[in-house]
C-alpha cells in the first residue's frame, strides 16, 4: 500500500485537471501511468517543439509552449501537473521555467498502480514512478527524478533531485545517488556504495566502487571512463 502521508487518499479528493510538460516518448510513459491514477484528468501536452493540436497520445493532442501555461490554467482549470523529460538536465530547466512563469503551479507525482513502495519511504514531488519499480524501506526519494520500469531501489537509499534511474537498475541497501545523476538500463549498484552528482553510470555497469561528481563509469566491474560537465548529453 502506498505511504498516504506522501500520497492522497484518492476518495477524499476532487479531480485535478492537468498537464505532462513534454510530448516525447518519456512524456507518453507518463501520460500513460497518470491514466491510472484516480483523482486525475489529463488535458493534453504542453511542448514548445511541437505544433499546437498535434495528436500524440490517444486523443491528448499539444496545447501549447509553456508560455501559454497561465492563460491555459485560467480556461482550462489546470492545477498542475509533471515534467515529463528523460534528460535530467533539461527536466530542470523546464520546472525553473515554470516555476518563475506561474508560481502556483502543483508539481504532481506519476506513481504507477503496479509500483511497490514502502511505507517508510518518503518521496518528494514531481516524481515517474513507473510499472513494477520497487521502492524500499527507508528510502528518499528527491524531487523530480525518474525511478523506472522494473527499477528496485533497495532500502535506506537516496536519490537527490532530479536523478534517474532506467529500466531494470537495481541498487543495494544504503546507497547513495546524487542529483542530477543518471543510472543507465540495467546497471547494479553494490551495498553502500555513493554516487556523486552530475554523474552517468553506462548501459549494464556493475557499480563496486564509489562515484565521483561529474564522472562517467561503464563497463563489469565499472570503471571511470571520462569526466562531464553540467549540462553535457547524455541520452
Known amino acids: 500500500?502506498?505511504?498516504?502521508?506522501?500520497?492522497?487518499?484518492?476518495?477524499?479528493?476532487?479531480?485535478?485537471?492537468?498537464?505532462?510538460?513534454?510530448a516525447s516518448g518519456h512524456g507518453k510513459v507518463v501520460a500513460d501511468i497518470l491514466a491510472h491514477m484516480p483523482g486525475y484528468r489529463v488535458m493534453g501536452f504542453i511542448d514548445a517543439y511541437l505544433k499546437k493540436g498535434t495528436v500524440c497520445f490517444g486523443d491528448l493532442?499539444?496545447?501549447?509552449?509553456e508560455q501559454d501555461l497561465p492563460a491555459l490554467m485560467a480556461t482550462q482549470q489546470i492545477t498542475?501537473?509533471?515534467?515529463?523529460?528523460?534528460?535530467?538536465?533539461?527536466?530542470?530547466?523546464?520546472?525553473?521555467?515554470?516555476?518563475?512563469?506561474?508560481?502556483?503551479?502543483?508539481?504532481?507525482?506519476?506513481?504507477?498502480?503496479?509500483?511497490?513502495?514502502s511505507d517508510t519511504a518518503?518521496?518528494?514531488?514531481?516524481?515517474?514512478?513507473?510499472?513494477?519499480?520497487?521502492?524500499n524501506t527507508n528510502t528518499g526519494i528527491g524531487h523530480h527524478c525518474i525511478i523506472n520500469t522494473a527499477a528496485c531501489i533497495e532500502h535506506d537509499n537516496r536519490m537527490d533531485d532530479y536523478a534517474s534511474v532506467a529500466p531494470r537498475v537495481v541498487t543495494g541497501g544504503n546507497?547513495?545517488?546524487?542529483?542530477?545523476?543518471?543510472?543507465?538500463?540495467?546497471?547494479?549498484?553494490?551495498?553502500?556504495?555513493?554516487?556523486?552528482?552530475q554523474s552517468i553510470i553506462g548501459?549494464?555497469?556493475?557499480?563496486?566502487?564509489?562515484?565521483?561528481?561529474?564522472?562517467?563509469?561503464?563497463?563489469?566491474?565499472?570503471?571511470?571512463?571520462?569526466?562531464?560537465?553540467?549540462?553535457?548529453r547524455y541520452l
Not at 540495467?186 to 556504495?193: M, R, S, T
Open 175 to 197: 546507497v547513495s545517488i546524487g542529483a542530477y545523476t543518471a543510472v543507465s538500463i540495467g546497471a547494479v549498484v553494490k551495498h553502500g556504495i555513493s554516487i556523486g552528482e
Open 122 to 135: 518518503s518521496i518528494g514531488h514531481g516524481n515517474v514512478i513507473a510499472a513494477n519499480a520497487v521502492i
Open 203 to 232: 548501459a549494464g555497469a556493475v557499480v563496486l566502487k564509489p562515484v565521483e561528481p561529474f564522472s562517467i563509469w561503464y563497463g563489469v566491474p565499472a570503471r571511470k571512463m571520462g569526466e562531464r560537465q553540467a549540462g553535457d
Open 61 to 65: 493532442t499539444v496545447l501549447g509552449a
Open 1 to 22: 500500500m502506498l505511504n498516504q502521508t506522501f500520497i492522497e487518499r484518492p476518495e477524499l479528493m476532487h479531480t485535478k485537471n492537468i498537464v505532462v510538460i513534454g
Open 80 to 117: 498542475g501537473g509533471i515534467v515529463g523529460i528523460g534528460d535530467n538536465w533539461i527536466r530542470s530547466q523546464v520546472v525553473a521555467k515554470i516555476q518563475a512563469l506561474v508560481p502556483s503551479f502543483e508539481f504532481i507525482n506519476a506513481i504507477h498502480p503496479a509500483a511497490v513502495i
